[in-house]
């Protein structure tokens, strides 16, 4: 990145503008973050976040702060309201060697934006409110209203993470598709004692399917949080009408006291343009409003925030062509149009006990992967092969497109995990016998590092003691479950940009088929 490098401009500081400017940061780019209101949301919002979204946190630094404020739970309940009687609940124990966070966290949004924010290098400009811009072939100059009065910013993109009612998609033009249904979600807030003196012992997050009335219970950090349908054009209960509904699902209590609540529209829209000249991306509720189930929407922008830094970071290095930026759109639209928004429909059906609901996907294993997004395949060839739900009774052998299972290796310098491996770079993944000597490049590009993967640690006198990686037991090489010499190749955002057999050089031409540029090597 050169010391004259414009900016990257993101509009908007949600969780989604945030994570993106922590992504940016991460890889060094130079960003703006610009915020029109004067703090960071104080509304009742999102409070469950995924194994997929605390990858993406922990790879940009900031997942610790995140779970000391969170409550971690590795049970997803499922219980039939009408016979008060569980169903199967999802644990997500079963993903020991899948990830470094087999749970997901309860957080509630506005307790998560300032630790976020937090995590910055820079502070949010709060009261910057975007008025107008203007695409140039080499840049976007942005027109802002500030408390100083009116200015004018020059950045090299424009990212939009302004939200379901984006000003931005409106002024490029941009039709969103999809439908807004007659029924809407209502949030609450309650303090109420169901551990000690009102003991229920409910997974501290279950789903209470019912044919009239479905709710959600939600354990967060400090008090409790219900959700449940309104019906087309019913009005929101009164406070006292809130508490009796509440009671009506956990029973009588001996106190209980309502913090906040907060109506939803139930939306599957989807821009039908993700992203302009190459200049200015769609992210976020910009991009896709998802239905508010599973956990889906706040997630499936993080997956956004997950995929775009990476690209402009090797972009504006001059260490890609700028057709890698064509991925973003490539691979995300197709998770939220086809994928999270209809994995949420068919979640809502199930809640309700409609025609078309979802069913179990196959395995315990299987379910907890989809549920925790890490079952997430993108389609990296264009050929539209991608996935979001896992089907196999067994964690199959990885494919291209797949999340890099994050296993536990033994490194050169100490324990080291495969997403650790790939923060910063493309890593190159040689499953083979370092006994045999093979040949593993040197590790002398910032863009693509390579290491062997094996179950024998290589020996001092062989040559490959720097780039090498004891497996014990084979766990890691067996999670991935590819033939005998053979390269994965791992891009930053930890997906699988490709698999192929292991020969000379083929790491490199992987690399430069991705990004349309040869690998760059360190001065020397």
Request: glycine share 8%.
């Amino acid at each position: 990145m050169t010391a004259d490098q414009l900016p990257v401009a993101i509009v908007g500081a949600g969780p989604i503008g945030l994570t993106t400017a922590l992504g940016l940061a991460h890889y060094g780019v130079p960003f703006v973050l610009l915020e029109e209101d004067a703090v960071l949301s104080s509304d009742t919002k999102a409070g469950t976040t995924l194994s997929r979204t605390l990858e993406i946190w922990n790879r940009y630094g900031a997942v610790d702060g995140i779970l000391a404020a969170a409550l971690r739970i590795d049970e997803i309940g499922d219980i039939d309201r009408a016979s008060n009687t569980p169903r199967a609940s999802v644990r997500l124990a079963e993903l020991v060697n899948d990830t470094q966070f087999p749970f997901v966290i309860n957080l509630p949004q506005q307790k998560m934006e300032p630790i976020l924010a937090a995590a910055l290098s820079q502070p949010v400009r709060t009261q910057h409110r975007l008025t107008s811009f203007e695409v140039r072939d080499d840049r976007v100059v942005l027109q802002v209203e500030t408390p100083e009065g009116p200015q004018t910013l020059e950045a090299s993109h424009l990212l939009a993470c302004d939200g379901g009612r984006s000003k931005i998609r409106d002024a490029l033009g941009v039709t969103v598709v999809g439908e807004t249904l007659p029924e809407r979600y209502m949030l609450i807030d309650v303090v109420v004692d169901l551990d000690v003196d009102n003991a229920r012992d409910y997974p501290y997050l279950a789903y209470f399917a019912d044919r009239s009335e479905w709710m959600v219970l939600i354990r967060q950090p400090d008090n409790w949080r219900f959700l449940f349908p309104l019906g087309p054009g019913a009005e929101p209960p009164g406070d006292e009408d809130l508490l009796v509904k509440v009671k009506q699902f956990i029973g009588e209590v001996d106190r209980i006291e309502l913090l906040g609540s907060v109506v939803y529209n139930v939306h599957h829209r989807v821009a039908d343009q993700w992203s302009v000249d190459r200049k200015v991306f769609l992210m976020g509720d910009a991009a896709h409003l998802i239905t508010p189930m599973w956990a889906l929407g706040l997630n499936t922008g993080a997956l956004d925030a997950s995929n775009l830094p990476w690209r402009l970071a090797w972009v504006l290095r001059g260490w890609a062509d700028e057709t890698l930026l064509d991925g973003y759109e490539q691979e995300q639209r197709p998770v939220a149009i086809n994928g999270s928004g209809e994995m949420a429909e068919a979640a809502r059906k199930y809640m309700s006990h409609q025609h078309g609901a979802v069913t179990a996907s196959g395995s315990d294993w299987a379910t907890a992967y989809t549920r925790t997004l890490l079952s997430v395949r993108l389609d990296v060839t264009g050929e539209g092969d991608w996935s979001m739900v896992a089907t196999a009774p067994e964690p199959p052998a990885v494919r291209a497109g797949d999340r890099a299972p994050d296993l536990q290796l033994q490194g050169p310098s100490g324990r080291v995990t495969i997403h650790e491996l790939c923060r910063h770079s493309f890593v190159a993944l040689y499953f083979t016998d370092v006994r045999r000597r093979p040949d593993i490049p040197l590790n002398d590009s910032p863009a693509l590092k390579h290491y062997a993967v094996s179950r024998w640690d290589a020996p001092h006198d062989s040559g490959l003691r720097d780039r090498a990686l004891f497996d014990p037991g084979s766990i890691a090489t067996d999670r991935y479950g590819v033939d005998p010499d053979t390269v994965v190749l791992v891009r930053p955002d930890g997906h699988i940009a490709a698999v192929a057999p292991l020969r000379a050089g083929v790491a490199d031409e992987l690399y430069s088929a991705i990004t349309g540029r040869p690998v760059p090597r360190e001065a020397s």
